[in-house]
């Protein structure tokens, strides 16, 4: 059995063989430490990187214009001059593609965000204060989960009129926080009742210490699981959105419309018109939920 | 009848809409890309079997007054037998097959008498008799029913106060008299809508829920079992049919689908027999799959997109004549809707009797010409238009299609508002739309009456636009009381011309339909009439 | 333990109240904002305004704080719970009992629902287990790569592919194969038939329960990965008890609780929210019936439905809660 009191500190125990460093590291320099050696995170992290430069310079990337579109060129095939050909109405597939992706990822990493800040901060108060704080947390989780998703998502998008970034963001968060405070809820629980705590509490400890660095640590990662996924989860909840009638709409520019749009075509001999734009999301997801997983492995105060 | 599309309601009409629905006996000579028939249908020698075609979950099966879309008349065409029907190529009434043998008027069109046949039953054995059709169209006119095709009792005396009607006398058991509260030259053929004028069975009237799960009929064929909602009815051949219009088919499988698209897949797996919808997505899978087992036909439905001709820029003109040419209606539908449709050429659907394929000047592309009008209206690049139509109809594409055209040829820039239905339709109602917005029409019965008067007459019942041409309208009442159909056609002619000058509305294109069938069936022929696949002649192999 | 059950099932009232006052709002709200269903239903030309009115009285749709945006109309929603209370679920648009509908739509849904789950829950943890114990092999990329795309592609793009590629292409070379049995044949059909109401939703289930598979699979795999550095497990294992042994008894059983939680969410996503999957298969579900509501605002199905679909989530949702009980006892409730 591990020594309780080694849980306490910060630093790793002296016998290892890494090199000198501060003996009280904080936990965020141990994990940049251990992320620099996964080769996993350099490669996620370019991708992403080169997705994130997408959609914030999306002019870096293409001159042509993704509003231009002439039906003359409609569903062209991608060509020698043309790489990614043309999509169904006629307009520049790339230039499509690289200006669809500030929108998509706005909304899927804002709805990320916010529902994993909600869901943590929710999750924890629920699992760790039993009693009225549980109970209410619960139940009112419990309304919201009711709620459909289409009717959430066509009643509020009726009341908002416009479908920009923040109005799809705030009906995807409105409808997901729910599950990530369970999960939450979940892993506090369990993490609650483990030895370190009690000893931590036996010692003194007050319920913010134990919060913030023994639960949220460890009871932390199917969280960061799940909320990688829901990056890519959401970036497929925008599609479907539009698919169900709901989402942006045409003529704006985001990978959804176009994966909408080219779907029916894939299989009556156009597959480019889907492949591309999903070969983006997966390529986003991926690199997402690669660097989720390395982070989580990086955090795990267990790889000391 | 009027072409609309929220999900599942395809059809709806005012209460001057008139649904043509014939016998489906003599339909052969009317198509004119007939196809997929090698075996020979005769009557006396049915062929039987069963086989299944797609349908969309109807409303309503009884009583037959509540149905007022083409899903429920798709079923009720088969278990019923019309009251009155119409000839396809003059509009006239004609009486093969149907349950009244005569329909007579006095000469000012106020009293009409209709005489039904001896002998004629329900697929109970209740007798089909005066009394059977006045209490249908009592209980049909009785505001406390709720019936949809109430409209349809609204021209006869003493409709909508209670829970008989004074124009109706029986005057014996098989007549009755019609008295109309006003003159209505077409009122014998408005009789041929057969859901609004079916005589209902008196078990029926006693148990209307019950008859709404197996409806009793006077047709060909009867319900066999009960209506499988969301998964399908079936009917079978009725034994002690006495009419002229018997069927093939031992039975027919309506299944259910709510998609085209999984239909579509049905099809593909062999569910399916018969397919009568193609989603322009799987167009090209499904006609190539199809091979020799397919037929295209030209229907009378109408796409056009009104202008709000109160509001400015649409109160010029030219500014709507230049919209009209600035766009490529046949690349459209190319490259959009795979080819199925017909760019408009007048405002009645070609295969309206009357119409003609050269009168729509405006209707061709011509982009110098467009810029042209367009600057004399006063137009400008960078102007804005907002286009506007329901969503989740399939209608996203060709609206963009046409925005990307406009936006080419004229500079301008556009935005699309797809709205909900009932959005939609309030938007409509209140005459708030600031651009053109997307209608659909389809006939009622053949005649060009039936485009113009609705579509571009003063208060036309889908006249949008708030267009009002009074020389127009005179010419309309003119073309109703001329002598010959031939006459009138050349006087409704002179009409459309007023207004496809005025162009209040953006004509785009007729509709063209594919069917397909799978290897069960042959002699898959289309009643142009009915606009649908003539059931009765499916012959299984 | 049996006092919190009780005191959980008391909480189910406020719960349920709570969610039909928030749908019923939202109901009101989109009625008020989208305009008026009863003359929605009639598509461009309506029957006479009389017979309009009276489709709204009956609906209770005649309301005054249905023109005022904003109106919670608790008149409304006060006499819908008075009918609850007798039993009476209403009826829909068409006239037909929402009693009906629902029990013509359940059976179809459970059966899809329990195909779903079986199938996300046994090949989840399967290769969550495989992932996690080989962590950074083979085995682990290739489960990693292949749940990021499960996850990637919509349910509307995923479930056409297999409808086409694998029920009809694969399909068909099986049908004209003769050493298949016939039941096997009759899983590979694009859409749903009532004739085979099992076999035929084999497929659907699938499909449905991917996007679930993926999170399960790496809920498994870390949640795993994490328990296999624990002491106890160093514990065991310097015992010498057999990998199996350490695995199926001891650590299986700690890494399954957001397993299990995110089971107990899922369960009520798929019951209410298939409708893609079931468009795509032409499926007659729950999910059908909630699009068809929504978008025709037919309030009174919407209520009456996700209501019972409610019920339905907080019993699977209280039966997680249980359930964390027995897979870690130190998990307690007053």
Known sequence: MSDPAMSLQEGPPAEQTEPAKDANRSLWGDAWYELKRNPIFWVASTMAIFVILLAVFPFLWTNADPSTCRLANSREKPSADHWFGYTFQGCDMWAKVVYGASKSLAVAALATTFTTIIGITMGTLAGFFPGWVDTIISRVTDIFFGLPFLLGAVVFLQLFQIRNVWTITTVLTLLGWTTLTRIMRGSVLSTKNKDYVDAARALGATNGHIVFKHILPNAIAPVFVLSTIALGGYIGAEATLTFLGVGFQQPNTTWGLLIQEGQPYALQGDPHLLVIPCAFVVVTVLAFILLGDALRDALDPRNR | MRMTTPMRVAAAAASFALLVTACGGGGDEGDKDAGGGTGSADPDNPSGGTFSINLTEPSFLAPAQNCYESECNKVLSAINDPLVGIDAETGELQFEGTLAESVESNEDKTVWTLKLRDGLTFHNDEPVNADALMGAWNYSANPKNEMSTAGFMTHIEGAGEGETMTGLKKVDDLTVELTLKAPFQAFGQMMSYLPAWAPIAPACLEDIEACNEAPIGTGPYMMDGKWNHDQGITVTRWEGYQGDRGGQADSIEFTMFADSVAAFRGWQGGTLDVLDTLEPTIYAEATGAAGESQLETETSSLTYMGFPTKTAPFDSKEYRQSFSMAFDRQAVIDAVLNGQAKPSTDIPTPNIPGARDDACKYCEFNPEEAKKLFAEAGGKEGDTVELIFNAGSGHEGWVEAIGNELKNNLGINFTMKGMEWAQYLELLDAGGAKGPFRLGWSKDYPSPENFLRPIVGTGGDVNRSEYSNKELDDLVTEGDAAATPEEAQEIYAQASDLALEDLPLLPLWSGIKTIIWGENVENIVWDPVEEQVSLGQVIVK | ?334
């Open chain 3, 1 to 334: 333990m049996g006092r919190y059950l009780a005191r959980r099932l008391l909480q189910f009232i406020p719960v349920v109240v709570g969610t039909m006052f928030l749908l019923h709002y939202m109901t009101m709200l989109s009625i008020q904002f989208g305009g008026d269903p009863i003359r929605a239903l009639f598509g461009d030309n309506p029957p006479p305004a009389q017979v309009i009115e009276a489709m709204r009285a009956r609906f209770g749709l005649d309301n005054g704080c249905l023109e005022q945006k904003g109106n919670p109309c608790v008149g409304i929603f006060w006499d819908r719970m008075l009918q609850y209370l007798q039993f009476d679920f209403g009826i829909n648009f068409r006239g037909r009992e929402i009693t009906d509908l629902v029990g013509e739509r359940w059976p179809v849904t459970l059966r899809l629902t329990l195909i779903a789950i079986i199938f996300e829950t046994i090949v989840g943890v399967i290769l969550g287990v495989m992932a996690g114990l080989r962590k950074d092999k083979f085995v682990d990329n290739f489960v990693r790569f292949s749940t990021t795309l499960l996850i990637a592609f919509p349910t509307f793009v995923f479930g056409v592919i297999i409808q086409v590629l694998v029920a009809l292409a694969l399909g068909d070379w099986i049908k004209a194969q003769d050493y298949f049995p016939t039941w096997f044949k009759a899983m590979f059909t694009p859409v749903f038939l009532s004739d085979y109401p099992w076999l035929s939703l084999v497929i659907p289930g699938l499909v449905l329960g991917a996007f679930s598979l993926a999170a399960i699979a790496r809920l498994t795999r870390t949640s795993l990965i994490e328990n296999l550095r624990s002491d106890y497990v160093r514990t065991a294992r310097a015992k010498g008890l057999a990998q199996r042994r350490v695995i199926g008894v001891h650590t299986l059983r700690n890494s399954l609780i957001p397993v299990v939680t995110y089971i107990g969410i899922d369960v009520g996503t798929l019951l209410g929210g298939a409708l893609v999957t079931e468009r795509i298969f032409n499926i007659p579900g729950v999910g059908g019936l909630v699009f068809q509501s929504v978008t025709q605002k037919d309030s009174t199905v919407v209520i009456a439905v996700v209501t019972m679909l409610t019920l339905v989530f907080l019993t699977a949702n209280l039966i997680v809660d249980v359930f964390y009980a027995v897979l870690d006892p130190r998990i307690r409730y007053e």
